[in-house]
Each structure stands twice: as structure tokens, then as C-alpha cells.
T-cell receptor, first 116, second 113 residues
Framework: EAEVAQSPRYKITEKSQAVAFWCDPI?????LYWYRQILGQGPELLVQ????????DSQLPKDRFSAERLKGVDSTLKIQPAELGDSAMYLC??????????????FGEGSRLTVL | AQSVTQLDSHVSVSEGTPVLLRCNYS??????LFWYVQHPNKGLQLLLK??????LVKGINGFEAEFKKSETSFHLTKPSAHMSDAAEYFC???????????FGAGTTVTVRA
């Protein structure tokens, strides 16, 4: 069964350091999403890509966060510098076309970030 | 903008007894509603969805949910809980105005043997 791959699964870093997360969506899925899930809360959308283009990054803290999907396949989310409040699970999801309309997003297992 | 409220942060049931997870939504337009499940150390998985067809929606693993517009609710039920149902459950709403998914805070289900 095809899955969304994410790495690393766990990352511990000190504040002010740079961190990066990688996501490989299900083959053929044009839409890719990065969500942040703070402990005890539901996921919140950080950025949405349609192929290589950013469709929505309104909730991405652009002073420290960046995301790219250069060839419209895999994607990287970067944080520089990391702050204590960035400790969370970072979830990647993908969908065929506009999955938002049907709610059929396929999620990876997430990357858990701890900032010390 | 749309939003959801999951009325219980934690639900504990005995194996073999019914499960009820409550969700109320707010939406200015005709909403689409979903339930996702997240098992420990796993990604979220779609359980079921309502998109303006039948108001009683059946999903995977014996779960079902009923859309009640008059009550703005979309509660999730299962007649008989199994140990494997222990997980985090998220109610999600989207509408044609926003096209974004808004997640509830989640309900943790514990199943006692």
C-alpha cells in the first residue's frame, strides 16, 4: 500500500539551530500539505502545494519557516532558527487533485520536533 | 470561517460496549464533515466523510456518523468497541467558501479490557 514517507521521525535540537523535515508523497499526488500539530490540539495547515507552486502559506511563519517542492514531488520544510514554541509534530499529507474538497488526505507518520 | 468543537477530550469505554464521540460544527455554508483517526505513532487516516449525500454515513471498522443540520452535529458512533479502537479521533470540517480543513482538538479513546 502506497504511503506518505517522512523523515526524520524524531528530532531534538537546541533553540536557534536549524532543522529540516522531508516528505515524499504518494506517487501521482499533485497536492502536498504540511501541518503542525501541537500536543493536545488538532493539526493546523502551514503550507499547501499544488505541484511545485504554493497555493496557501498564510499560516506559515515566514520569518523562520520555509518550504519548497522544487520538482513537484518531494518537499522540505525548514525552520531557522528554531524556537521553544516550535516543539510539535509536523505532519505531511498528500492528495489527488484538490483533496481539500473531499477531505481525502493521506498522512505520513509525522516528524516530532523537540526544541530545548 | 468554519470550526469544530469536540465535546470530550477523553472517552473511556469497556471492550464490547458502544462508543460515542461528540462533534459540533460551525459553518456559514454547506459543510463537508469528516472523522479522522490517529493511532499511536501513526499518521491520520480517514474514517468517514459527509458531503451532502446521505445523512447517515458509514465508515471503516464499523464506525458511522450522523449529520444533523438542526443540531449542527456530526457525532461518531460504534456499537461495540474493540481494543484496536484505542486512538485519537479528530472531527474535521470544510466548506465551499474556504476550502480549508479545520480540525477539532481531538478525542482520545481508551478501551478497557
Amino acid at each position: 500500500e502506497a504511503e506518505v514517507a517522512q523523515s526524520p521521525r524524531y528530532k531534538i535540537t537546541e533553540k536557534s539551530q536549524a532543522v529540516a523535515f522531508w516528505c515524499d508523497p504518494i506517487s501521482g499526488h499533485a497536492t502536498l500539505y504540511w501541518y503542525r500539530q501541537i500536543l493536545g490540539q488538532g493539526p493546523e495547515l502551514l503550507v499547501q502545494f499544488q505541484d511545485e507552486s504554493v497555493v496557501d502559506d498564510s499560516q506559515l511563519p515566514k520569518d523562520r519557516f520555509s518550504a519548497e517542492r522544487l520538482k513537484g514531488v518531494d518537499s522540505t520544510l525548514k525552520i531557522q532558527p528554531a524556537e521553544l514554541g516550535d516543539s510539535a509534530m509536523y505532519l505531511c499529507a498528500s492528495s489527488l487533485g484538490q483533496g481539500i474538497l473531499t477531505g481525502e488526505l493521506f498522512f505520513g507518520e509525522g516528524s516530532r520536533l523537540t526544541v530545548l | 470561517a468554519q470550526s469544530v468543537t469536540q465535546l470530550d477530550s477523553h472517552v473511556s469505554v469497556s471492550e464490547g460496549t458502544p462508543v460515542l464521540l461528540r462533534c459540533n460544527y460551525s459553518s456559514s455554508y454547506s459543510p463537508s464533515l469528516f472523522w479522522y483517526v490517529q493511532h499511536p505513532n501513526k499518521g491520520l487516516q480517514l474514517l468517514l466523510k459527509y458531503t451532502s449525500a446521505a445523512t447517515l454515513v458509514k465508515g471503516i471498522n464499523g464506525f458511522e456518523a450522523e449529520f444533523k443540520k438542526s443540531e449542527t452535529s456530526f457525532h461518531l458512533t460504534k456499537p461495540s468497541a474493540h481494543m484496536s479502537d484505542a486512538a485519537e479521533y479528530f472531527c474535521v470540517v470544510s466548506d465551499l467558501n474556504d476550502y480549508k480543513l479545520s480540525f477539532g482538538a481531538g478525542t482520545t479513546v481508551t478501551v478497557r479490557a
